[in-house]
T-cell receptor, first 116, second 111 residues
Framework: DTAVSQTPKYLVTQMGNDKSIKCEQN?????MYWYKQDSKKFLKIMFS???????INETVPNRFSPKSPDKAHLNLHINSLELGDSAVYFC???????????????FGSGTRLTVV | RKEVEQDPGPFNVPEGATVAFNCTYS??????FFWYRQDCRKEPKLLMS???SGNEDGRFTAQLNRASQYISLLIRDSKLSDSATYLC????????????FGTGTRLLVSP
């Protein structure tokens, strides 16, 4: 199936741990993103990569580090996890970087991170 | 002030009702506008794009008023399956495909 797939779907971990979330897309898209949806259901962009190049880096603590080994993968590593990091993290991809049109923006099904 | 504002609801309507959601955006340079739908514990999915001339897709009609920086979504003949959160989304920067989301409006359609 063509899709944006994220792993794991659920992640429960203790404060202070380091964890990674992986994302892969087989849609041939050039641009990938990480979005965070907090407890109030507000979705906000964190990072975007275009062909392995970081193009959007919102005000995110530097404990969060994205890594794009190739244009089909965008992983998110989080160091020293805090309670406030608990949220749903969505990966997404789109085929075009410019133009302002929504050329097939596709979201993954999300990773529900709970920090205890 | 958030860049995209929506009434969070919930809007409780009976099946068959017509319901309208509104959204305002603060960046006058915004270029593209969309409505997304998000079901509980699922990812957001594109419902429809919003064009200046207004556009319709079956029971759904979207309108854009650039002068007032206002977007609307009208749902006619509501179905139980329309129950979801409707997200108003804007792209402000044509250089990047960065979607800016509103907080969403929750719709509950009851029998």
């Amino acid at each position: 199936d063509t899709a944006v797939s994220q792993t794991p779907k659920y992640l429960v971990t203790q404060m202070g741990n380091d964890k990674s979330i992986k994302c892969e897309q087989n849609l041939g898209h050039d641009t990938m993103y990480w979005y965070k949806q907090d407890s109030k259901k507000f979705l906000k962009i964190m990072f975007s990569y275009n062909n392995k190049e970081l193009i959007i880096n919102e005000t995110v603590p530097n404990r969060f580090s994205p890594k794009s080994p190739d244009k089909a993968h965008l992983n998110l590593h989080i160091n020293s996890l805090e309670l406030g990091d608990s949220a749903v993290y969505f990966c997404a991809s789109s085929p075009l970087r410019t133009g302002g049109m929504n050329y097939g923006y596709t979201f993954g099904s999300g990773t529900r991170l709970t920090v205890v | 002030r958030k860049e995209v504002e929506q009434d969070p609801g919930p809007f409780n309507v009976p099946e068959g009702a017509t319901v309208a959601f509104n959204c305002t955006y603060s960046n006058s340079a915004s270029q593209s506008f969309f409505w997304y739908r998000q079901d509980c514990r699922k990812e957001p999915k594109l419902l429809m794009s919003v064009y200046s001339s207004g556009n319709e897709d079956g029971r759904f009609t979207a309108q854009l008023n650039r002068a007032s920086q206002y977007i609307s979504l009208l749902i006619r003949d509501s179905k139980l399956s329309d129950s979801a959160t409707y997200l108003c989304v804007v792209i402000s920067d044509t250089g990047f495909q960065k979607l800016v989301f509103g907080t969403g409006t929750r719709l509950l359609v009851s029998p």
